[in-house]
C-alpha cells in the first residue's frame, strides 16, 4: 500500500472509529427509560466497574440491556455491510448485496431450522444460517456459471432466482408452524434486535471483525477484480481463491448477523454505496470504511426502533429501510 | 381445403362457446350462496359496529377462532357448527368436525362448500378481502373484537341470540357473572399486586389497554404495569418491562402454546417478580381465548396473586 492510500485509510477509519464510539456511548444514554445522564458516562467510563450512583435496576439496564443491544447492533451493520461491500467488488456490481443474492435468506432458512427443530439451543442458529448462507451462496455460483463463466448478470438474475425460491420456502415454513411463534417470526424476518442473546453477541463480534479484517486484506486482489477477472488474472490474482473467499467470509457474516437478529435491509446497499461515494473505490478503504459506517448506521436506526414509541418497540429493519430507501435515492441522484 | 378447414374450425369455435355459456349458466344456478341465506332476517350489531344482517333461524354456521368455538358448544349449538380452523380443539367434540384451515389463513373454498349461513371471525383473523368473498356468497359475517370480560359475555349473548340458544346463553353469561364477582369480591380489599404479562419472551409482547387480559388482571386484584400502552398485544421494551418493577409475572404457557414461552424473558432475571419467586405459569388456552374459560383464567389468577384470599 503506497505512502498516500495508507495515510487516507488510517485518517477515515480513525474518523469512523471515533464517530463510532462515540455513538455508542450517546446512544447508550437513550432509550425508552431516562437514565441520568452524568452517573451513566461516569459508569461507562470506568466499564462497569462503578455503579457511579445509578440505582441496580439502571445499572442494570444500561449494561445488561441496552450496550449489549448496541453492540450487536454494531456487529451485525458492520457484519452486512462489509458483504456488501465484499459482493460489489468480486462482482463488479453495485446492486450485489446479500439480500439481492439470497444469502441472507439462506440464513434464514438455517436459523428458522434451527429454531424449529433446536428450539433453545441457541448456539445451532449460526452454525445453521452459515450453512444455509453458504449453500445459498454455492446455489447461486452454480446458477451463474454459464459456459463463457460467470458473468456478473448472470449472477444478479441466479441471485434473484434463489432469493425468490427462499422466500417461498420462508413462506412455507411460517405457515406450517405454530400460531404462537408466527408474530415473533415476522418480526424477526423484518430484523430485529431486542432478543440480543448474551450467548451470541461475542461470536458475532468476533466473526465481524475477522471478515472485516480478512476482506480488508485482500481488497488489492479485489481492486484488480474489479478490471475484469481475465485482467486480475494476468496480473497475478488468484481469482478462483479470491472468489471462494468473499463467499466464504460473506456466508459467515451474513450467517452470523441473521442469526442474531433476523433480516436487516438496505445495509449492504446503502452503507458501502455511500462508502465509495465519499472516499472512491478503492477497496482498501472502502471496506474497512463500510464495516464501520454499517455498525455506525444501524446502531443510529435501532436507537431509532426503541425510542420513537416507546415503550413499545419497532423492527430496526423497518426502520433501515425507511432511512435507507431515500437515503439511497438522493444519492443516485446526486452521482 | 383452405375453406373446408375454415368452416370446420368455425363450427368448432361455436360449439366451444356454447358449451362455455351452458357452463356458465349451470354454474350460476348451483352458486351455493344465492339460496343460502333466504327468508326473514333481522340486524345485529358486530364488534366492527357493523350491522349484520342474519336469517332468523340459523343451523350451520362457521368458526375461524378457537374462542369462538368454544362459545357455539357452550351455548349449546354445537351440533350446528359445521367448519372450525386447526386450531379449534376444545371441547373434543369440536376437533370432529371439518377444518378449514386455520385462524390466520383460513380457507376460502371449504367454507363455501359447507354452505353456512354465517361465519364467525375474532379480528385476529379478520381478513378484508375474504370477509367480501364471504358476503359476496350471501354468507353473513360476524366479527367479535372483545376488550374487556364485559365484551366477552356480549359476545358469548350475541352468539347465543343468532343461534337461537339465548336463553342456554344468558344462563351461562349469569353462571359466569356470579364467579367473576366472587373473584373479585375474595380480592377486593387485597393490596394490588404489580403484574408484568409476558405473552412472549423472544422478541418481549405483553398486554396494552386494549386486551381483555388487562381488564383481567385488574379484576384478579393486580394492575398491569403495561394497562397504559396503547394497543392490545404491543411489541415492548426490555428495559421499560425491568424498570417497571413487577411483582408478580405471569406467563401464559403450556396450552396451546405448549413449552413456548415457559421462560422469563432474560431482561427481566433481575426483577423483584423473579427474585421473590412470583413468576406463575397459567395454561394460555384459559387466558389468550376471549371465550367462557376466559373466567377460569380469571380464577386461577386470583388465586396466585391472592392465594391468601382463597382459603383452602
Known amino acids: ?335 | 381445403m383452405i375453406y373446408y378447414g375454415r368452416s370446420v374450425r368455425t363450427h368448432r369455435n361455436q360449439f366451444v362457446w356454447m358449451a362455455v355459456v351452458v357452463c356458465l349458466a349451470l354454474l350460476s344456478a348451483c352458486t351455493p350462496g344465492r339460496t343460502a341465506n333466504n327468508g326473514p332476517t333481522r340486524e345485529i350489531t358486530d364488534d366492527a359496529g357493523r350491522r349484520v344482517s342474519l336469517p332468523t333461524k340459523v343451523d350451520r354456521v362457521v368458526s375461524l377462532a378457537p374462542n369462538l368455538t368454544e362459545i357455539v358448544f357452550a351455548v349449546g349449538a354445537g351440533n350446528r357448527l359445521v367448519g372450525r380452523t386447526s386450531y379449534c380443539d376444545y371441547p373434543p367434540e369440536a376437533k370432529a368436525i371439518a377444518e378449514v384451515g386455520d385462524t390466520i389463513h383460513p380457507n376460502i373454498e371449504p367454507i363455501i362448500a359447507l354452505k353456512p349461513q354465517v361465519v364467525f371471525v375474532s379480528t385476529a383473523s379478520q381478513l378484508e378481502a375474504f370477509t367480501q368473498q364471504l358476503q359476496g356468497q350471501n354468507i353473513a359475517v360476524f366479527v367479535t373484537d372483545p376488550h374487556d370480560l364485559e365484551g366477552v359475555f356480549r359476545s358469548i349473548e350475541q352468539i347465543g341470540e343468532i343461534v337461537g340458544e339465548k336463553d342456554r346463553a344468558n344462563q351461562l353469561v349469569q353462571k359466569l357473572r356470579e364467579r367473576t364477582n366472587a373473584v373479585q369480591q375474595a380480592v377486593k380489599l387485597k393490596p394490588l399486586v404489580k403484574v408484568f404479562y409476558q405473552t412472549s419472551g423472544e422478541p418481549l409482547y405483553t398486554v396494552g389497554r386494549d386486551s381483555f387480559v388487562t381488564d383481567l388482571i385488574r379484576r384478579a386484584g393486580g394492575a398491569s404495569v403495561t394497562a397504559d400502552v396503547p394497543g392490545a398485544w404491543p411489541k415492548y421494551s426490555n428495559e421499560s418491562a425491568l424498570a417497571a418493577r413487577p411483582d408478580a409475572i405471569i406467563l401464559p404457557t403450556g396450552g396451546s402454546m405448549g413449552a413456548a414461552n415457559a421462560n422469563v424473558v432474560e431482561a427481566l432475571r433481575q426483577s423483584p417478580a423473579v427474585l421473590n419467586g412470583r413468576v406463575y405459569k397459567i395454561n394460555d388456552d384459559h387466558l389468550a381465548r376471549p371465550g367462557p374459560r376466559l373466567v377460569d383464567g380469571l380464577e386461577e389468577m386470583a388465586r396466585v396473586l391472592h392465594p391468601d384470599a382463597f382459603g383452602k
Not at chain 1, 459467515?252 to 442474531?260: R, T, Y
Open chain 1, 1 to 335: 500500500m503506497n505512502r498516500v492510500t495508507l495515510r487516507k485509510t488510517i485518517v477515515a477509519c480513525a474518523v469512523l472509529a471515533a464517530a463510532l464510539l462515540l455513538a455508542i456511548v450517546l446512544m447508550s444514554l437513550l432509550g425508552s427509560e431516562p437514565l441520568p445522564v452524568r452517573a451513566s458516562l461516569c459508569a461507562l467510563a470506568s466499564f462497569g466497574t462503578s455503579t457511579c450512583g445509578l440505582t441496580q435496576d439502571q445499572f442494570a439496564i444500561l449494561f445488561q440491556i441496552r450496550l449489549p443491544r448496541i453492540l450487536l447492533a454494531a456487529a451485525v451493520g458492520g457484519s452486512l455491510a462489509t458483504a456488501g461491500a465484499g459482493y460489489q467488488a468480486l462482482l463488479r456490481n453495485p446492486l450485489a448485496e446479500p439480500y439481492l443474492l439470497g444469502i441472507s435468506n439462506g440464513a434464514a432458512v438455517g436459523t428458522m431450522i434451527a429454531l424449529v427443530f433446536f428450539g433453545t439451543i441457541e448456539w445451532t442458529r449460526p452454525i445453521l444460517a452459515f450453512g444455509g448462507a453458504l449453500v445459498a451462496t454455492l446455489a447461486v455460483y452454480r446458477l451463474a456459471r454459464g459456459r463463457a463463466g460467470a458473468t456478473p448478470e448472470r449472477l444478479i438474475l441466479a441471485g434473484v432466482i434463489v432469493t425468490t425460491f427462499l422466500s417461498s420456502v420462508i413462506v412455507f415454513v411460517t405457515v406450517l408452524m405454530d400460531a404462537t411463534k408466527i408474530r415473533s417470526f415476522t418480526f424477526w424476518l423484518l430484523g430485529d434486535l431486542s432478543g440480543t442473546s448474551k450467548a451470541l453477541l461475542p461470536l458475532t463480534i468476533v466473526i465481524t471483525v475477522a471478515g472485516a479484517l480478512a476482506l480488508t486484506l485482500h481488497a488489492r486482489s479485489l481492486n484488480l477484480l474489479m478490471l475484469g477477472e481475465r485482467d486480475a488474472f494476468d496480473l497475478g490474482v488468484e481469482v478462483g481463491r479470491v472468489r471462494i473467499l468473499v463467499f466464504l467470509v460473506a456466508s459467515l457474516l451474513v450467517g452470523s448477523s441473521v442469526a442474531a437478529s433476523g433480516s436487516v435491509g438496505y445495509v449492504g446497499l446503502v452503507v458501502p454505496h455511500l462508502a465509495r461515494l465519499s472516499l472512491g473505490s478503492d477497496n482498501r478503504i472502502s471496506i474497512p470504511a463500510a464495516a464501520l459506517g454499517g455498525a455506525l448506521f444501524v446502531i443510529v436506526a435501532d436507537t431509532v426502533a426503541r425510542t420513537i414509541i416507546a415503550p413499545r418497540e419497532l423492527p430496526v429493519g423497518a426502520i433501515t429501510a425507511l432511512i435507507g430507501a431515500p437515503l439511497f435515492i438522493y444519492l443516485l441522484k446526486r452521482a
